[in-house]
Structure formats: C-alpha cells, structure tokens
C-alpha cells in the first residue's frame, strides 16, 4: 500500500467517519472508545477495499483539489438563489423560530433553575456555599474598608480641592489632572482591598470564577460611581464639569449606580448560572430578562428626570420626546429579543456617542472657560478646537466599538482581496482621513479667525509697532487661510482616494499635464497670482493702508489670490488685478512729512512769526491727543518765495501715516488764532480777522 503525508490520512479519517458503515471494519466509532480504540478502528478500515479506495481517490490531484477548493453549490430554491421576498420570510422564519425557542425557554425556565440549583449544591456542598458566599462579602467588605481607609487618609488632600484657585485655564487643568488622579487612586484602593486576599490564596476553579466574576462586577459598578462622581460632582458644585443642578446631579449620579449595578450583577448571575449547569438556551432566556429590565429602568429613567431639567416652554415637545425615548428603548429590546444584537447594539452606540460628546464637550468648555458657554454666545477658539477633537475622538471611538459589534477585523480585511472588503475597507480608511482632516482645518481655521479677531484696543491705543504687526497679520492670515484650505483639501481627498484603492500616481500626472495646459492658457491669471505673492512677500502694502498705483488711489480694503481691492476717497471701489499693479506709492507707511504754506504781509515781521510757531509748537506738544500723533514737532522754515501779494513761509511737520490731515487742521487753527493775538496779517486780509491759505506738498 502506497504511503501518504499525515495531512491526508487526516483526511482520510474525517471521510472514513462519514461513510456509510458496513460490516464491523466500517462500524461508527464509539464516542466513548479512547483514541488507541479509535486509530485501530481506522487501521481496520485502511486494511479493507472502501479504504483502499479511499486512499486512490486521495492520490488524485483533481480529487484533492475539488474537496479543498471547490464548495458544494446551494440547493435549488435556497434563499441565496431566491428572491427578495424569500429571503425576507427566510429571515421572518428565524425570527418566529426565536421567539418561539424563547417562549418555550421561559415556559422550562423554574424546572432548569431548579436542576442548576440541584448541580450547584452537589458542586458546591452547603459549606462550600456558605464559603464562597462569606469570602464574597468578606472580599467586598474589605474592598469597601480599604476604600474608606485610603479617602479618610486623603483628608487633607481633599480639603485641598477646596482651596484650590480656578480663575485660569492652567489652575483648572491642574486641578482635573489631580482629580483623576484621584479617582483612580479610589478606584485601586477598592481593587486591592477586594482582590488581593483572593489574589493570594488558591481556589477551586468553579468557586474562584465566581468569586472573581462578582468582584470584577463590583469593580464596574466602582468605577462607574467614580466617572459620575468626576463629571457631576454632586457635592462639590464648584468643581462641577457639566451644566447641572446640584437636584440633578445627584439624580443622574444615583441612576449611574442603578443601571451600571443592574447590567453588571445581572451579566455575572447568568455567566454563574451558565457554569453551574445552566443550557445556552435558559442562559439566553434570563439575559433577555436582564435586558428588560434595563429597558424598564431606562423608561422609569426618561420620564424621572427632574422638572429642572425639563424645558418650561416646550412642555408638549418635552412629552412628544420623553414618549419616543420610551419607544425606542422598548424597540431596542425587541432587537435584542429577535436576535438582532448586533443592530441593537449600534442603535445604543449611536444614541450614547453624541451623549458622551455633550458630556466630554460641556467638561473642556468649563475647563477652559470657567464657565459653560450660553447658548449661540461667542466662543473661544481653543474651545472650539477642543470640542472638535472631542467630537473626532468620540466618532473614532464609535467606529471601533461599531466594528468589534459587527466583528469586523481590519488585518482579516487587509488579507482578502475581494471587491466587498477593498471597498469596505477602503470606505473606512477615508472616513477616518476625513475626520481627521476636517479637525486639522478646523483647528487652523479657528486659530486665524482668532488672530484676525479684533483683540479689544483700537488703532489708536496701539503704538507703532503694533499698529503695524497687527495690519501685517490682517494682510498675510486671509491668504494663509485659503491656501491651508486648498492644501487640506487636496491632501485629504487624495489620501481618501489612495485608501479607497485608486491609483492616484496615474491621476497626479495627469492633473500635471492639465495643468501645464492651463496654465499655457490662463497666464493672465498666473501673472497675477504670482505678482500677488511676491507683493505680499516684499510688504508693499496692507490692510488699512493708502496707496496709489497706475493712476488709481485708494485704501487697501482686502484682497484675494489675484486681485486687490482699493476704495477711493470718495467712495468707489478699484478691483486691481496683482499684475496690472506697476510702481506702488505707499501713503500709509511708518511716518508722514506734512509741509504747510502760509502767505503773510510785506510788513510782518519773519523772527517774530518765528518765536509765534515756536509757541504754537509747544502749545502742540502740551496736547496730549496731538502729541501722541505727532513724530517731530512743528517748525518753521523761513521765507520760501516772495509773491506778488505777499512772503510765502513754510511750516513743516511729521505724523504718523493717516493722522496728517487731523494734525494739520489743528496746526491752522492755532496758527490763525496765534497771527491774529499778535498782529501777524495774512497777505490781502481783507478784515483785521485774517484767513489762512495753505497746500499741502
């Protein structure tokens, strides 16, 4: 006889085992025979002609191919094959058969619980019991005692939560960080109260499963207490993370310990039903009765909340949403009922992710705040950004448990390469890369729109370096705002696309040669991007600033990639193209000279109007509002021309950019009102009040 690699006797074996038997060489085996029974039954059937056979047929290629390779094709009529509304009834089948296996369950319910309970006595004998019961609430007890001990001893750690300082953001991180601290502390005070006794001592399996079912139960219930104890803190109102009333707070922290105490202790008694004896059939039984009772105190829950929390003005939609909330939980158990786990679970993610985002968001708006934000109120860009990262955590988090509900294994998915998982798997590698996209926007957006905000002081409050580093930034932000969009954009949409399985090599290079094409046809409009940069880059102007090019005046209003935008003096708004900017004169820029002409008589005498703008010079600068706008003070420059109907003399002055015309108004006035104290004449007054008539250079 031919020999053969284990791998196929294996296989041998596994069909020897289907085959019809035949004589005592082709006898089932006994289930209860050991293995050397079980390998001499099949050295028996080996040494007859329907082995040998076997074997041959093994030996073929083909044959080997057909049973590893090939699946047997679904009978005719199969809901595989069958229509829309087959597969429909298929499933309404399994439903009712569910339902039915269910109700026959509850029916058998008393008689099974009665036998486990016959089991657990003869595996667990009554002082085996009473053992396992003491050492339950000895561990507890000590969990409790260990617990109190560690928080009596923290005392004065605790009185120090009381005079901590929150009027900065930093204390009130700080304070959190101890907070958590804290809680974890508690959390590992009641752990190594209640599972180090057991931890050092040995236990028989069954009786050390349930004890440390039921203590990591506990531990739940704990660690649920604390997390409501952090957000809430319903004795510490000052310390408060969410918007609550103390009423409230400690409603929904009692209710926390209700519904975490209910499904923990629930969950273990049927596991410790299910390993003293209890079928899967009675285990699925008693969780659906475990469900349901959630699902009522989720009702009880909805329509307890305190009348503080229910919205005055809206009581009818109040009504309309406490009786869908009801609704949906009572639907949500019938998932679970039905056997829809894994769609009720979803339904209970989707509904708690925007909970925990409310929660987690009201927590880092109080954080950074100090307070919780009013409704449609201004908001702070940190905060902002810090509900968005909260919210991308929160959906990542969602998808995770979504895909672990669905059982969904990504390294599974990263081997297969059928069109379903490219696509499945691809479609979640984008949604992550867009969420994530969208908080880095986000945070960059808000983080401009922040600097471009007015900060509280006006132009005037400012000196002139801040004057001028606020106009740069009010230039350079708008333009690195759009560009972060447009970098963002591209970057996430291709990075999306190479994760949905495209090849984006191909379509880069063929985005180059368009755009070689159009950039062949759009030189204008290349000009005038590129004379923009290198505008903005050499500073030539600002936001705010007066400036003349080509002909056309104006202050600089905004601008986009290409274009400029000027309003002239007298209203009308000049949208310039960046490349059909040529020489730009900048009227606006680090200081201004402003000459000033006057035309006086041929009798006045000019070092007496000298020693005249001398005063006015001083009388200027004892101006606090003129002093602060001028750079150089007003002087005189003599005799500038003789005319026909006088001596022209000049005065001079510098200012900051833009504050010239106001100076200058001033400077006349006294001026006019100094000539006529000292009996300085303009030229042709024609009244002993004189006028004076000035240009400006």
Sequence with gaps: ??????????????????????????????????????????????????????????????????????????????????????????????????????????????????????????????AEALRLIGSLVLFLAGGIAAQRLFYHLARPWRAHFDTLTLATPRQRIAVVAERVLFAVLMIGAFAAGSMGAFLMLSWPPLTGSIILGYLLAFIAIRLAMTASRFFLAPGAERLRLVPASTETAWFWHRWTARLTGVAA??????????????????????????????????????????????????????????????????????????????????????????????????????????????????????????????????????????????????????????????????????????????????????????????????????????????????????????????????????????????????????????GIAVGFGAQTLVRDILSGVFFLLDDAFRVGEQIESGGIRGMVESFSLRSVKLRHFNGQLHTVP??????????????VVENVQLVVSYDTDLDRLDSVVEEVSEDLRADPAMASEMIEPLRSLGAQAMLDTGIQVGLTFKTRPGRQFMVRRAVLARINVAFAIHGIRFANAPAPQQAASASTV
């Design 265 to 514: 202790l629930g969950w273990q008694t049927v596991m410790t039903l299910r390993a003293l004896g209890l079928s899967a059939a009675e285990s699925d039984v008693l969780r659906q009765l475990v469900l349901l009772l959630l699902a009522a105190l989720g009702i009880v829950l909805v329509w307890a909340i305190p009348a503080s929390d229910r919205s005055s003005a809206h009581q009818a939609r109040g009504l309309m949403l406490r009786l869908l909330a009801s609704i949906a939980l009572l639907l949500d158990w019938l998932l679970f009922l039905m056997g829809e786990t894994a769609l009720a679970e979803t339904l209970l993610i989707l509904a708690a992710a925007p909970a925990v985002a409310f929660v987690l968001s009201r927590a880092a708006a109080m954080v950074l705040l100090g307070r919780w934000p009013e409704q449609g109120g201004d908001r702070s860009a940190h905060l902002a950004i810090a509900e968005r990262a909260v919210q991308t955590v929160v959906v990542l988090l969602a998808a995770m448990v979504l895909m672990h509900v669905w059982q969904i294994d990504m390294t599974m998915m990263s081997n297969m390469d059928t069109p379903m998982t490219r696509i499945a798997r691809g479609v979640l590698e984008a949604l992550v890369i867009l969420v994530v996209a969208d908080l880095l926007w986000q945070a960059v957006r808000l983080t401009i729109d922040t600097r471009l905000a007015n900060d509280g002081l006006s132009a005037d409050e400012l000196d002139d370096d801040a004057r001028r580093r606020r106009t740069r930034l009010h230039t350079l932000l708008p333009v690195l705002r759009n560009f972060a969009m447009f970098v963002v954009l591209v970057m996430a949409t291709l990075s999306a696309l190479a994760a949905m399985g495209l090849q984006i090599g191909p379509l880069l290079a063929g985005a180059g040669v368009v």
């Design 578 to 591: 960046f490349g059909d900017l040529k020489a730009i004169t900048n009227y606006s820029r680090d200081w």
């Design 1 to 126: 006889m031919r020999s053969f690699p284990m791998p196929m006797l294996c296989l041998a074996a596994v069909l020897a085992a289907a085959l019809p038997a035949s004589g005592a060489a082709a006898s089932p085996a006994d289930p209860s025979a050991g293995p050397a029974a079980r390998a001499a039954q099949l050295r028996d059937l080996l040494g007859t002609e329907q082995g040998a056979a076997i074997l041959d047929l093994l030996g073929d290629p083909q044959v080997r191919q057909a049973l590893l390779h090939d699946a047997a094709p679904p009978a005719p009529g199969s809901a595989q094959n069958g229509s829309a509304g087959q597969m429909m009834d298929a499933m309404l089948g399994d439903v009712r058969a569910r339902l039915r296996g269910i109700a026959s369950g509850l029916v058998q319910l008393p008689g099974d619980l009665a036998d486990v309970w016959a089991n657990a006595h003869s595996a667990l004998p009554g």
